[in-house]
């Protein structure tokens, strides 16, 4: 096309666009000539004449002096036409490059026509911050997150309009004049479709994954109305980590100016309230309580109201520290006796006044009372859990039970606190555990020692369960300091048990296992309860002379539906954790002694050891029909495509976790009469159970790998098997253990 050509279809373009733009001035202009409009303004002016405007009419289209201008279309794809408004002054170097970056990060992700959260961003002035702000969001963008844009100017005379109105995708609000943070989030609101409401501050600075874990918290988590951000200041000390409201309404940052590391800010935890400066709320509460309450503008007091708005409606409010905001505190307000900041003092007494009910049973304002109010919204029992380390849930059964236990307290609505003895916050355990909200007390640079982290929780501790026998002995003379507390001694399992089986089983002279037992005897006798894993092993230290003891298992949960395929499977499988010598005996004893005689009848079957730390005589077993595949993340695929487990133990004590995981995957099992105490296998019913001897062993591998009949009935059994060990079944009495043992006087 030549340059004429051009130039003439772009003049036919503009003349097409300036009709269409004086049909929408023609149709506007009867619009305010007409009766309805002039009713609707009457009525509106009315109202706010006589002081009883609602959040309602900030909703409407119109209302009294806003002369709202939605620059941008509720529709991403025309949002193009906000380029038409042209800047009244020159771009910095910096909105340029907002500019480019957020219309890149647009282009490659259309705005969605059904997000699933709306984001509102209010901003009064202070160009450079919004910006600042905006620039922060195009940095880290959302690549999971269907989001909506609500960008509200309330009033601003710094040409922001210059550099937002160049946004693709983004819904663009602009008030006449400023009215405040109050109704610029309640506009900004009245344009959501999202699920989720989410409202920032535009002097903030957000940092990667920041609305991901907002929206996953309420995704996650019904009850859960509203939640919000870890609050950091420039320099990176905490900010607010959730706030404390005092009985008479005045407010407490938690946290505030201590290491935004410390672990005691870094849990999910029910708060009184979240600041607005970043904060996300289901958009159906929000419209259901109205709003921010029109009655608090221009500002503050209104997300606290918010937050008991949704908490009297059978919402809880969470913090969320996986979620940081870097934000100035009053970038544009700072001074508290003047400017809006003066409205902390006028709208705390009509705070009081309409909340006073609730805040009687707050806390008194002092310092002292910081971590009880803190803990205020824990309904249960609070409970400190010690352990070796963190619950490493996916490489040793001992761990997966306890993370199993921690689960079922918390669902119980139980505070739970842990400190691993090595103080070492391991990863991703440690976050996964936050994430749940366990406060989980480990090393940081700069922070408490072990014993200083403990003797701060410790006034607020009921019961104590502390596995092992080691960490008993190290722990309960310092838990004993408060009278108040239960100790709970888990076994894990009977120890000296497993070394005189040891003993036995090689020929061995090696009387320690006395040793042992004298120290297990001892602390189940000082404890004010002690639990083993299997009744067999209840039996034993109730022998031994304990108190009280209780039995909880491994727990298990059934991963498959319906009937499993005999044809479909194929192959041996063994799984432990290597650092646990019974598991490193049971696969040599199996790999030299008990294959060779299976390889006989079927010289095609492979054998397949997965788990972790395996040491180098177990790397040694790998050969061509041995696969050695040491620590693997997801073993369903592992379960579900082998045909036989076998767990050839010949010594060891307590339930064994990898019999229970084979239940779980209803994948039959040939084992030791070692290997199937405490989960109720039965030879020839639910599970091939022979006598530790290669022969035996072997015939009993070949003999269930061949018969699809028996394998199918062992299979079916499974579900049935494993139902006592099930987290539905074990729940109520674990529950029924803590309630017992509160209820126990100390020796």
Same mark, same amino acid.
């Not at 907002?214 to 859960?224: A, K, R, Y």
């Not at 100790?487 to 000296?496: G, P």
């Not at 309630?739 to 006087?745: G, N, P």
């Given at each position: ?19 269409? +733009? ?93 997000? +699933? ?39 601003? &005379? ?90 008479? *309404? ?26 607005? *400066? ?87 304002? /002092? ?178 002379? /304990? ?58 079957? &492979? ?55 084979? +239940?779980?995957? *209803? ?30 062993? *072997? ?49």
């Amino acid at each position: 096309m030549s340059e004429n050509g051009r130039y003439r279809e772009l003049e036919a373009r503009v003349r097409d666009e300036r009709a269409r +733009l004086e049909g929408v001035r023609a149709d506007y202009e009867v619009i305010m000539r007409s009766r309805f409009h002039a009713l609707r303004m009457l009525w509106f002016s009315l109202k706010q004449l006589f002081g009883i405007t609602s959040a309602s009419d900030v909703y409407a289209a119109w209302s009294t002096g806003l002369e709202p201008t939605l620059t941008g279309s509720r529709r991403p794809s025309r949002a193009k036409n906000r380029k038409d408004v042209a800047p009244t002054s020159g771009l910095t170097e910096e909105e340029t490059a907002l500019i480019g970056a957020w219309n890149e990060r647009v282009a490659a992700r259309p705005m969605p026509e059904t997000p +699933l959260v709306t984001l509102v961003i209010p901003f009064f002035e202070r160009r450079d911050l919004t910006v600042r702000c905006l620039q922060s969001i195009a940095d880290s963008w959302f690549e999971s997150l269907e989001v909506q844009f609500v960008l509200v100017d309330d009033g601003s &005379t710094d040409q922001t309009c210059a550099v937002v109105s160049r946004l693709e995708g983004v819904e663009y609000v602009r008030s006449a004049k400023n009215e405040g943070f109050v109704r610029a989030c309640n506009r900004g609101a009245a344009l959501a479709r999202g699920k989720y409401l989410c409202f920032l501050n535009n002097d903030t600075v957000v940092r990667d994954g920041w609305l991901d874990y907002l929206v996953m918290t309420l995704e996650h988590d019904g009850s859960v109305g509203i939640a919000g951000s870890k609050l950091v200041f420039p320099d990176g000390r905490l900010q607010e980590a959730g706030g404390v409201l005092w009985r008479d *309404a005045t407010g407490w940052n938690v946290g505030r100016e201590e290491h935004a590391d410390d672990p005691r800010y870094n849990f999910v935890c029910d708060v009184d309230y979240v600041s607005g *400066a970043s904060l996300i709320v289901r958009t159906g509460v929000f419209r259901d309580v109205n709003g921010f309450s029109e009655a608090l503008r221009p500002a503050y007091y209104e997300d606290a109201d918010l937050c008991f708005s949704a908490r009297a409606r059978g919402y809880r409010v969470v913090y969320q520290p996986r979620t940081v905001v870097v934000h100035e505190d009053g970038g544009s307000s700072a001074d508290a006796s003047s400017g809006a900041k003066r409205f902390q003092e006028i709208n705390r007494p009509k705070f009081l006044e309409k909340w006073n009910q609730e805040l009687e049973h707050h806390y008194e304002n /002092a310092r002292a009372n910081v971590p009880a109010a803190m803990r205020r919204h824990c309904k249960g029992p609070r409970v400190l859990v010690i352990d070796s380390y963190v619950p490493l849930y996916d490489k040793e059964a001992g761990s997966l039970r306890l993370m199993y236990v921690v689960k079922m307290l918390r669902q119980a609505g139980y505070g739970v606190v842990f400190i691993p003895d090595n103080y070492a916050p391991l990863q991703p355990y440690t976050s996964e555990l936050q994430q749940l909200g366990v406060e989980v007390l480990h090393h940081f640079d700069g922070g408490r020692t072990p014993q200083e982290s403990l003797e701060h929780v410790l006034p607020h501790i009921d019961v104590a369960w502390i596995s092992r026998t080691e960490l008993y002995d190290k722990y309960e003379p310092l838990l004993r300091r408060n009278a108040n507390v239960r100790i709970l001694y888990d076994t894990v399992d009977l120890n000296h048990v497993r070394r005189r089986r040891k003993a036995e089983v090689h020929g061995e002279s090696d009387r320690e296992w006395e040793e042992l037992q004298r120290q297990e005897a001892s602390a189940a006798r000082r404890a004010d309860a002690s639990i083993a894993v299997t009744p067999e092993e209840q039996s034993v230290l109730r022998e031994l002379g /304990a108190r009280e003891v209780f039995v909880v298992p491994t727990i298990h949960e059934p991963r498959v539906g319906g009937d499993r395929s005999f044809e479909a499977s194929s192959g041996l499988l063994f799984i432990g954790n290597y650092h646990h010598p019974p598991n490193v005996d049971a696969v040599r004893w199996l790999c030299k002694e008990v294959m060779p005689i299976v390889w006989r009848s079927l010289p095609d079957v &492979t054998l397949t050891l997965v788990g972790s730390n395996p040491p180098h005589e177990v790397n040694a077993l790998a050969a061509d029909r041995v696969t050695v595949a040491g620590y693997v993340r997801d073993v369903a695929p592992y379960f579900l495509r082998s045909r036989v487990f076998v767990a050839p133990l010949r010594f060891g004590a307590g339930i064994k976790g990898k019999i229970g995981q084979a +239940l779980e995957f *209803a994948l039959p099992v040939v084992t030791t009469p070692v290997g199937a105490e405490g989960i109720g296998l039965r030879d020839g019913e639910n599970a091939a159970v022979v006598a530790a001897e290669p022969d035996a062993f *072997a015939h009993a591998i070949v003999a269930l790998y061949g018969d699809a009949q028996r394998w199918q009935r062992y299979s079916n059994a499974s579900v049935a098997t494993i139902e006592p060990f099930t987290p539905e079944s074990v729940r109520p009495r674990l529950l029924e253990i803590f309630e017992r043992v509160r209820s126990l006087v100390s020796p």
